[in-house]
């Protein structure tokens, strides 16, 4: 289905789209994002685009992790990121 991204800029719904590829029970580091959109040196934008995500479950920004493996940021707090990766995690052993 198309989603109604009509007032994000073109970064931004790069940014996102990428992000919806990302499998569930994965991540990917906000590097990866960047480098996927053609944009290697855009890490932190990258990383300020997930924060305006306007439909956080649909696009799962809580996939998107530094490279060193920290969380980094989300916009429902880095307690729920962690809840969201953890279940995810847990479902996804169950279901091998």
């Not at 890490?43 to 924060?51: D, H, K, M, S």
């Not at 306007?54 to 493996?69: E, K, Q």
């Not at 980094?72 to 279901?95: F, Q, V, W």
């Amino acid at each position: 289905d198309e989603l109604d991204l009509s007032q994000a800029t073109t970064f931004q719904r790069e940014v996102w789209e990428i992000t919806r590829l990302i499998p569930y029970g994965e991540t990917r580091s906000y590097t990866w994002v960047a480098e996927q959109i053609g944009k290697p040196g855009a890490v932190r934008a990258v990383g300020q685009a997930l924060a305006r995500n306007p439909l956080p479950i649909i696009i799962p920004c809580h996939r998107v992790v530094a490279s060193d493996g920290k969380l980094g940021g989300y916009s429902g707090g880095l307690e729920m990121k962690k809840y969201l990766l953890y279940l995810e995690a847990s479902t996804a052993l169950i279901a091998t």
